[in-house]
């Protein structure tokens, strides 16, 4: 499918699921990324008086929210900035005892930051009977890369079933800005993360091997110890079957 006619398809999407939920709007979390890029510029294009977006930083690289208030101007979204520093700085040290520490790269404490913004997001929500529009792409989805009741809490996931390189394809037609497109992917967990040193392969070779089934061994195997460490993260909680 072409973008044009994805994106078209997407924004009609997302207008009946205002009317199913009779909701008023979308809120998006803006990252600075690629994807919530695209998911706002989706969102503005199905609901232009009443999308909002939210730029949360929380100990992140300054940059990134000069690149979220960039895609902001680009579609002309509203937007909110709401510093979560002091809200993560003050659960660290409850829950850990001591001060933060902004080398230390702990899983436990980095998921903290998705699960903050979750919360704010769904504040915003409910003030303005909104719908939060969650920015997973399929890719993230197949091996488990988003933060369980973090970034993985939300009401629509829009791109959901586009790999990243469709994402990019998408953004390109939708006007995303160049240096949003071209930046490498980072969840912001902690200064220096990258997606795909993380998840130990391309994003490329992911796309790969959902779309066509191919891949050397050793990428099959990561995305298959990935996908099955993961499972729980896309489905409800389990309960006894009787």
């Given amino acids: 499918m072409h973008a044009a006619e994805m994106a078209e398809k997407l924004t009609g999407w997302l207008r009946g699921q205002l009317e199913a939920r009779c909701a008023r709007g979308f809120v998006v979390g803006l990252s600075g990324g690629i994807d919530s890029a695209v998911t706002v510029a989706l969102c503005k294009r199905a609901c232009p008086e009443n999308t909002l977006a939210i730029i949360m930083p929380c100990h992140s690289d300054p940059q990134d929210a000069a690149d979220a208030r960039a895609v902001a101007r680009a579609f002309g979204v509203t937007v909110k900035e709401v510093i979560l520093d002091q809200p993560f700085e003050l659960m660290v040290e409850k829950l850990t ?3 933060y520490n902004i080398r230390e790269m702990d899983m436990s404490i980095a998921n903290i930051k998705p699960r903050l913004r979750m919360i704010t997001l769904y504040f915003f929500a409910a003030r303005n009977r909104y719908l939060v ?7 993230e989805l197949t091996v488990g890369y988003f ?6 809490g939300v009401d629509l996931l829009p791109i959901g079933n586009l790999v990243k390189s469709q994402v990019r394809e998408l953004a390109e037609f939708l006007g995303v800005p160049r240096q949003i497109i071209d930046k490498s992917p980072s969840a912001g967990l902690w200064a220096g993360q990258c997606d795909e040193a993380e998840m130990g392969i391309t994003y490329a070779e992911l796309d790969e091997y959902i779309l066509y089934g191919k891949g050397s061994e050793r990428v099959k195997e990561v995305i298959e110890t ?4 993961n499972t729980h993260k896309n489905e409800m909680p ?5």
């Fill in 226 to 229: 990935l996908a099955a460490r």
């Fill in 147 to 152: 933060t369980k009741y973090g970034d993985g």
């Fill in 133 to 139: 529009v969650g920015t997973g792409n399929r890719s």
């Fill in 238 to 242: 389990a309960r006894p079957p009787f």
């Fill in 97 to 99: 005892g001591k001060p």
